[in-house]
């Protein structure tokens, strides 16, 4: 897999995951995603963005634009240096919430994409890393 | 403060959501109409979401939120214009907005509206 382009978006305040959104989109355009994946891959960044803000206390979203043969994409990368999740499996049940939503987030964002990675240990942060194929 | 316009046609309050909306302007707007509603005595809410080209569990947290307090504030809520990408990714996020009314477009939501304010 080879990276063509790559870059990275803070995530800060509230406003940075509309930021965020809009960064994925034109990311997607420019990989040529067609209308329905781009909506589910931004719909999973809104998803994770809103994680790394208010579970993670902030953090990044890291973007690259890969190549795999013909196949070009878009991966994401939110971490933070936030608690942690404690209960890995517990928190990727449908429904499950620790901070009043709707339990979707997290699931939801990983159905909504081709490769979905979840690097997290209590009191360690947590990474996610998305990837949406044309 | 950054705020989504309430207009009143009538008995019916009607919103057009046009920007990308971050979460603080999301729950504005919930309080925003909860307050219409019971200061106009509004029969019907009727959201637009057309220009939304996405709508995630926050923002669908909110329409349901809505469409249950107008209820038992005594109107009704339809929800229009969403687009079909926005549909096929709500569902397979897991979210199908049970008990919230949807109509394809403006037309057929303010027809439903009627329908329902006035039949009681």
């Known amino acids: ?134 | 403060m950054e705020r989504i316009p309430i207009l009143q046609m009538g008995d019916f309050l009607l919103v057009t959501i046009q920007v990308d909306m971050h979460d603080q302007l999301a729950l504005t707007l919930q309080d925003d109409l909860s307050e219409r509603i019971s200061r106009t005595s509004a029969r019907g809410v009727l959201i637009d979401i057309s220009a939304l080209d996405m709508v995630d569990s926050f923002i669908g947290r909110m329409i349901g939120m809505i469409s249950g307090l107008s209820r038992i504030m005594d109107a009704e809520t339809v929800l229009v214009g969403m687009q079909p990408a926005v549909a096929i990714t709500l569902v397979e996020l897991g979210m199908t907005l049970p008990g919230v009314s949807t109509a394809l477009n403006v037309e057929r939501g303010m027809k439903l509206l009627r329908e329902r304010a006035y039949s009681q």
């Open chain 1, 1 to 134: 897999m080879t990276v063509r382009s790559s870059g990275n978006q803070p995530i800060r305040v509230e406003q940075d995951v509309v930021l965020a959104r809009q960064t994925a989109r034109k990311l997607a355009q420019e990989c040529g995603m067609r209308l329905i994946d781009l909506t589910k891959l931004v719909t999973a960044v809104s998803e994770l963005a809103r994680n790394t803000m208010v579970y993670g206390g902030g953090g990044d979203m890291d973007w690259a634009i890969v190549e795999d043969g013909l196949r070009v994409g878009l991966r994401l990368t939110f971490r933070d240096e936030g608690p942690g999740i404690p209960d890995l499996k517990l928190a990727m049940t449908d429904g499950w919430t620790s901070g009043g939503g709707l339990g979707l987030g997290l699931t939801g964002a990983k159905r909504l994409v081709d490769d979905f990675e979840l690097d997290t240990a209590p009191g360690a942060g947590t990474r996610v890393t998305i990837c949406k194929w044309t």
